[in-house]
């Protein structure tokens, strides 16, 4: 179950490779998607499948390969351009640069060592960290969160995930998952969540939970469960601004952006309501600006990061060497 979607690219006509290009995976609970990346963030091809979660770890990784290999060649014949790097944003729990992956709802991959299988099929570098982290790159570099130096990106799809830009930094944590904000606590005597815990945001607030207590898949919303829905968004995050100093959020994932403005008006509503502190009074919730293109543009950030963090601690290196 493929589809794939190509730019025409104005390169593409004859010739050695005209450019640099992240081969950006994204990795999710329901899909996994490829595409190609340009250095400036632009987004030539894609192509993705459903996951089927009856699959082992290495059926499900030779699907992922099997796409990535197709991409790749459209990059190189189609396109003119050359593969430099693999990007890639997860759905958590993972290690650093994704070494090992375990994402909640795929259940074939516990302490699956994505970076190094990625980096043996491809003969590429790989860059990879959580999907939400991703997205919160791509928003801040080229969407809604443009030009900011602090603000909270988030996910509200499946599973609810979240990166948090602080001073211009995007929050690591001690092992990589900082920004879990589908895991605050927003009703605490509520539903058990995937987790363990009581009360999650995402065990109120994902599609997962809404089809669960409602009985109805989460594209066919009453009123009053997008109402929740973005109360319950508004509530958590309310904290997350009150605790750092912030005064944008942007959301997207297919849950938040398909309840539309029923969703936004009734997140902000409760943002106001629990946002009383001189500096967090005002904060924004407001969708993302890359849509759907934004988790591989994410990933694409990953690895563009990622050169450019390669590139920095070389020259330091050098530095180091022609000093001794
Ligand atoms: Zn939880």
Not at 151 to 161: E, I, K, P, R
Request: charged share 20%; glycine share 12%; hydrophobic share 45%.
């Amino acid at each position: 179950m493929t589809s794939t979607e190509a730019a025409p690219s104005p390169s593409a006509r004859s010739g050695a490779p005209t450019g640099d290009v992240i081969v950006a995976v994204d990795v999710g609970a329901t899909k996994m998607a490829v595409g190609l990346v340009t250095m400036q963030g632009e987004l030539v091809d894609r192509d993705k499948f459903t996951v089927d979660h009856d699959l082992h770890a290495d059926t499900l990784f030779a699907m992922l390969t099997d796409l990535i290999e197709s991409q790749v060649e459209r990059a190189r014949g189609h396109h003119r351009l050359r593969p430099v790097a693999v990007g890639v944003g997860s759905a958590g729990p993972i290690t650093p640069n994704t070494e090992m992956v375990s994402p909640l709802n795929i259940h074939a991959w516990r302490n699956f060592p994505l970076r190094e299988r990625l980096a043996t099929a491809t003969s590429l570098p790989v860059y990879g960290d959580l999907d939400a982290k991703a997205l919160a790159l791509a928003e801040g570099w080229l969407g809604a969160a443009q030009g900011r130096q602090s603000f909270l990106a988030m996910v509200v799809s499946t599973g609810v995930g979240g990166g948090i830009v602080l001073n211009g930094q995007l929050l690591d944590g001690a092992a990589g998952n900082a920004g879990h904000v589908g895991h605050i606590i927003v009703e605490p005597n509520g539903r058990r969540c995937v987790c363990g815990a009581r009360g999650c945001l995402e065990a109120e607030a994902s599609g997962t939970a809404i089809e669960a207590i409602t009985g109805r898949p989460p594209t066919e919303p009453t009123y009053e469960i997008m109402q929740r829905t973005g109360r319950l968004v508004g509530r958590a995050v309310a904290s997350v601004c009150n605790l750092l100093d912030l005064d944008l959020v942007v959301v997207g994932g297919s849950v938040a952006l398909g309840f539309g403005a029923t969703f936004f008006n009734s997140a902000q509503e409760a943002l106001d309501e629990h946002t009383k502190l001189a500096f967090s009074r005002g904060a924004r919730i407001t969708p993302v600006r890359l849509g759907d293109r934004g988790p591989l543009i994410g990933a694409g950030a990953v690895a563009v990061r990622g050169i450019h963090r390669a590139r920095r601690a070389s020259a330091a290196q050098r530095a180091v060497d022609a000093s001794e």
